[in-house]
Structure formats: C-alpha cells, structure tokens
C-alpha cells in the first residue's frame, strides 16, 4: 500500500497552494468555481479523505490521541488505557480508544478508520513500519513495546530483561532448580521474555522446559501448566509470559493439589492490581502500566504541538521484581 494521501498532494495535482485546497474542501467561498472544481476533481482523482485538519475540526487546544491495544480484556491493556487517558484528560487533550483483538485484520480495519479522526496515534502494532506509513502518512506515531526506523515516529520501549533475571534469581535462592516458562500462544518465534527466561536460565546452568501455546486468558494458562506439568512433573516452580497466564496456572495448581509456593512457585510479568486479590498473591514482574500510558500520551502531545520529543533515554520502562506470596 502506498502512503496515505495528503492535503499537499491534492494541492500539487491541482496547480494551487494548500490554502486553496483548505477553502475548497470547507466550502469558504473565498475562490472561483473553476478552481474549486479542480480541486474537488484532483482529491476525487487521488482519493484524498480529509483528515481532521483538513476539515477544520481541530483547534490548538483539541487535540485528539488514537490509543491502538490488542485487547481489552486484558487487564495490562486496561491500566495502560487508563494512564492514557489520565494523561490527556490533565491536558484537556481527547483520546478514542480502538481494540484490535489482536488480530492483523482487525488492526488494517482499525488503522483505516483511525487515520480520519485523530491527529497522532499511539498503541501496539504488529504491522510493519512501511504498512503504517501507509495508512497513516505525515501523522505522528508512537509505538509501545517495539523499535522504530522511521523517523518521524517514536518508541516507548519496554526494559523488562533486568526483571525477568531477578525473577529467576530469587527463585534460585529459594532452592529451586526444575523451573518451567508458559510463553504466549500465536507467535512464530518464541517471545522476548522467552529469551530473557532462557538466558537467565542459561546462566545459572539451568535447563529450561518450556511451553510455548498458552492463551492469553486464565483458562489457557490453566490448561498450559496442565500440560507443562504432565510433560515435566518434577517442576518446582513456573514462569509465565503475563500475570492472566500466571492467574490460570495458580487455578490449575490449585485443582491439582498443588500447594503454591510450596509444592510449586508461580511468578507472573506485568504487575497488574489484580495480582493482589487472588490467592495467594502474584509474585510479578512489574511494569509502571500507567506510566506507559503516560509517556505515550506525551510524546504525541509534543509530536503534534511541533515541540521537541521527549528524549530517548525518558521513554523507557523497566520492570522490576515484585515479590508477593506466590514465589
């Protein structure tokens, strides 16, 4: 797909200034017929939609964020979502929240809407930088978790390895040595808390059984650890791609007759609030969820003001380790 087109493109095709396409497009009555027939002729030609700009709607203080997540039920989403939004609501900024669910469909679909109705868009992606340059040309992005090339986006980039070492340190302290992953179903390639698990593994000469097709929800970590278990009984202790998973695993721990962390530790990634009502509570490696949601928010703010970005050394989380009952 080629990049999105502009207001500077209809404006070159019809011979005139972007000015003229402005008052042609919102009807100002300040040019002749012909030009604006030429005008209306080249953004029908090129099949210009006018963004928010283009239409006038947008006022120096009304700016409006397109928050992209793959998944609203995910509670990690949840709390990012709602940083977001405290974020923009202090600077009386408006944010549309769009879910993909996860899904590379879903996330097209999501990106043709988004691209009218906002002036940035931040979130998750699984779409490569040359796709959504292409449905979202000249608008600022921010991507959350992931690397960018393309110079006019920015990254809030996730440190989460410096955790997941910690993690398996104190479980090594604890005396265990047969310790399991439960990695996110759906991927190609196994994921990068799967490679942080196994190089920590790897330095403690450990040997590390993993499960690569859990669902991200709490049956599918139930039904993993089921199966991780049956395969690798002598585990003592477990290490799951999110805290959802690890909710899972303590359930089917539980109706396994397994006392947690006695007879088996369960250790989480993300932190979430919910990690402190299930029984017993969550040992996690825990990101700042609203602090994501945060710097996202920023740094698009400043993308769209023109105001120099946040640097990249402030755009960073790191987790930490988050010792509760579980572990």
Do not use: C
Request: net charge negative; proline share 4%.
């Amino acid at each position: 797909m080629g990049k999105r087109v502009t207001i500077n493109d209809v404006a070159r095709v019809a011979g005139v200034s972007r000015q003229t396409v402005s008052r042609a497009l919102n009807d100002k009555g300040e040019i002749d017929a012909s030009t604006k027939q030429r005008v209306l002729d080249a953004a029908k030609e090129l099949g210009y939609r006018p963004s928010r700009f283009a239409r006038g709607l947008v006022r120096q203080d009304s700016t409006t964020i397109g928050l992209v997540i793959p998944d609203l039920l995910n509670p990690f989403f949840t709390e990012v979502a709602a940083g977001a939004l405290e974020a923009a609501r202090a600077h009386g900024w408006h944010v549309i929240v769009y879910d993909t669910a996860d899904s590379i469909t879903e996330e097209r679909g999501t990106l043709e809407v988004v691209a009218s109705q906002v002036d940035a868009v931040v979130g998750y992606f699984s779409l490569p930088e040359s796709e959504l340059d292409g449905h979202l040309g000249g608008m600022p992005v921010v991507l959350i978790g992931r690397d960018h090339h393309e110079p006019r986006f920015s990254s809030i980039r996730i440190d989460g390895e410096q955790g997941v070492h910690a993690a398996i340190d104190h479980l090594v302290a604890g005396g265990h040595r047969r310790i399991g992953m439960l990695d996110h179903a759906g991927r190609a390639d196994p994921s990068l808390r799967r490679d942080w698990f196994e190089d920590a593994m790897t330095r403690h000469g450990l040997h590390a059984p993993v499960v690569g097709n859990a669902v991200q929800s709490v049956d599918g970590g139930a039904e993993a650890l089921r199966r991780l278990l049956a395969e690798h009984p002598g585990l003592t202790a477990v290490f799951t791609y999110n805290d959802v998973i690890a909710m899972g695993a303590l359930k089917a721990a539980r109706k396994l007759g397994k006392a947690v962390p006695k007879d088996l530790a369960v250790i989480g990634f993300d932190g979430l609030q919910l990690g402190t009502v299930v029984d017993p509570a969550l040992t996690s490696v825990a990101l700042d969820t609203r602090r994501i949601g945060t710097l996202a928010i920023e740094q698009a703010g400043r993308l769209v003001a023109g105001e120099t970005p946040l640097p990249t050394e402030e755009l960073q989380v790191s987790a930490v380790l988050l010792v509760r009952e579980s572990a």
